[in-house]
């Protein structure tokens, strides 16, 4: 099993910027993929962005230019660092972590972007 411990939503202006981060404990193996989707009310999750163990990311074209995905390997953690961040950025945001065949997800945390 794996926990994943989601922390840095909240409310910002348009404009503003918001970092969040994501704490993987548990059965972590070496290889893995860590990332962050996002859902809005009546919709499924959407890919934002993901990052895997050896450092290859691949973005949402929403947030490309705007978001960055980082990861600490030691730490298992991961950060999405938010720029530019939109009204249409309001969601709630779900870190994800995936290796050998299983998937887990964070209990998500709500970013709200008033404009």
């Known amino acids: 099993q794996v926990q994943l411990v989601e922390s840095g939503g909240g409310l910002v202006q348009a404009g503003g910027s918001l970092r969040l981060s994501c704490a993987a404990s548990g059965s972590i193996f070496s290889i893995n993929g860590m990332g962050w989707y996002r859902q809005y009310p009546g919709k499924q999750r959407e890919l934002v962005a993901r990052i895997t163990s050896s450092g290859s990311t691949n973005y949402a074209d929403s947030v490309k230019g705007r978001f960055t995905i980082s990861r600490e390997n030691a730490k298992n953690t991961v950060y999405l660092e938010m720029n530019s961040l939109k009204s249409e950025d309001t969601a709630v945001y779900y870190c994800?972590?995936?290796?050998?065949?299983?998937?887990?997800w964070g209990q998500g945390t709500q970013v709200t972007v008033s404009s």
């Open positions: 994800n972590y995936r290796s050998l065949g299983s998937v887990y």
